[in-house]
């Protein structure tokens, strides 16, 4: 069936932040990850009435309740949940309503009886006058987000993280001028719902990796890299856009052809770079990773390229050294968000210096700890599935102590066993287990192909107790410890970010004969 995408109207439903005091605000869905929450503080701040309205129950969502609840710096008067329920007069007698980008507005019978519909991402286009850097694609959005992120800070810019990465932009809209950067992690789902608004022209739009995601949504590929495409769309000719080089997953390629970062080339009316795992061919402009020393990344860029020149000649330069964080797949995102850095105009040698020093994402292989000058310590605590903890293991070349285990989901353990079980590749010397019932199914598995481990230990106490015996009576040898459980945290921990918040204060006081990083 052909698809009909919906178009918003041009523009923005409000003329001035001024106009929101008084009107009558809809925030459809609170959620757990701050969005509908600060959604709900900025139209309060700003002189709203505002209802939040969620199908979630109040205990469901009591976090985020609690937090606006006991928050003294909005008018409470002029705030009202109604939880566990939609109610159609919410969305009909509302002056604006904040969509959540989870929510479909095809055949949605409450977004239909909406005057307008907005969301935090629109609302904050439409009045910020900063330099806007917008970054899809299916994966590797985050890692090249946060990198980007800590670079143009420590290369001094003004800059800020929101979007997707669950930090609403309208947390910082108001600390936002014409000297600001705005980093904008977009999904397919946030772009689809600045269609036809004509608010997103970035400077720069960066398309990381596509592969096929949200089929379930979308049906299909070529519906959900449309809304994807729109990254692009509104950019002129004095923008950039960095689109990828290599070849697709088999069978994910354009219908028309081609692969997907030639589709996009072809579209895009900004100045167009490439990135790839491997030298580009003359005349390409964009950045690779070297074949031969994979860590190092180069650029190719025409002279004055920051100041948009068309000139032919061009220049290489080497942006990409020695890195922290682990894994080919980071190597190329970081790589991207040096290209962006050297277009912003950093120096490639800074740019090289700055993120030779990135520890990477808070509990995504983030090294954060050394001790006695060889051991480190890396914290991979999303790592919350088997394939995500087998795909850590492989990040690695040298060897490794991996700390696994934790609560089954109904999760096959096999990518992970079959991982540890191939001793020529596997860099696994000890492998250490906390208990769960993830652990128990991952036990059987690695019995029956005679993996040896460790544990299983009950606690992460006695479990860092009995690495640390292991760790002092290791003798001058280089080997790196890696926390990825594969598994979900229920019952000794919150969640995902609390056990990796635990593991890291747990091994800084244990493990406190450090160097480097502390």
């Known amino acids: 069936m052909e698809r009909h995408p919906h178009i918003y109207p041009k523009g923005c439903v409000f003329s001035s932040l001024d106009d929101i005091a008084g009107k009558r605000i809809t925030v459809m869905g609170l959620g757990l990850n701050g ?218 390629s354009p219908k028309s052809g081609g692969t997907w970062g030639d589709l996009f080339s072809k579209e895009a009316k900004s100045f167009v770079l490439r990135y790839s795992k491997s030298p580009l061919k003359e005349g390409v402009f964009g950045a690779w990773l070297e074949s031969a020393l994979e860590q190092y990344g180069k650029v190719r860029l025409p002279e004055d390229f920051v100041k948009n020149s068309s000139g032919n000649k061009c220049t290489e330069e080497t942006i990409l050294r020695s890195l922290l964080v682990p894994g080919s797949h980071l190597r190329q995102n970081v790589l991207n968000a040096a290209m962006v850095m050297r277009i912003m105009g950093v120096p490639a040698d800074r740019t090289a210096d700055i993120f030779s020093e990135w520890q990477g994402i808070e509990h995504r292989l983030q090294y954060f700890h050394c001790y006695k000058n060889f051991i480190k310590f890396y914290n991979d605590s999303c790592a919350t599935v088997p394939e995500a903890a087998a795909a850590a293991v492989k990040s690695f070349k040298d060897k490794i102590i991996l700390i696994a285990g934790g609560t089954d989901k109904s999760l096959d353990f096999t990518p992970l066993a079959e991982t540890l079980a191939n001793k020529t590749k596997s860099p696994v010397k000890s492998l250490y287990m906390l208990a769960g019932s993830g652990t128990d199914k991952l036990k059987v598995q690695l019995d029956a192909r005679g993996i040896r481990y460790k544990g299983v230990y009950g606690n992460l106490d006695s479990l860092l107790c009995a690495l640390k015996t292991e760790l002092d009576s290791n003798v001058g040898q280089s080997v790196s410890v890696v926390f990825s459980p594969g598994a979900t945290s229920f019952g000794m921990f919150n969640n995902e970010f609390d056990r990796g918040r635990q593991f890291m204060e747990k091994v800084k006081t244990m493990f406190c004969q450090s160097a480097g990083i502390n």
């Open 35 to 252: 969005g509908g929450e600060s959604s709900a503080r900025f139209f309060l701040r700003h002189g709203a009435f505002v209802t939040v309205t969620d199908m979630k129950s109040e205990k469901e969502l009591l976090s985020s309740v609690e937090s606006l609840v006991k928050d003294k710096s909005i008018d409470k008067s002029k705030l009202e949940f109604h939880l566990g329920t939609h109610k159609i007069e919410d969305f009909k007698d509302a002056d604006c309503v904040i969509k959540n980008p989870g929510v479909k507005i095809e055949g949605n019978k409450f977004l239909a009886a909406a005057k307008a519909i907005e969301t935090d991402v629109s609302i904050f286009l439409s009045f910020t006058k900063a330099r806007i850097i917008a970054v899809t694609g299916s994966k590797g959005k985050s890692s090249t987000v946060s990198a980007l992120y800590y670079g143009l800070k420590e290369a001094g810019f003004n800059a800020f993280l929101g979007g997707n990465i669950t930090v609403s932009p309208l947390n910082f809209l108001e600390q936002t001028n014409e000297n600001s950067t705005v980093i904008l992690e977009l999904s397919s789902w946030q772009l689809a719902d600045l269609r036809g608004r004509g608010v997103l022209k970035p400077h720069i739009a960066v398309i990381t990796k596509i592969v096929p995601d949200h089929q379930n949504w979308y049906g299909n590929m070529e519906d959900y890299v449309a809304d994807k495409r729109l990254i692009y769309r509104d950019q002129s000719a004095e923008d950039f856009a960095v689109f990828d080089a290599d070849g697709d997953e088999i069978g994910s």
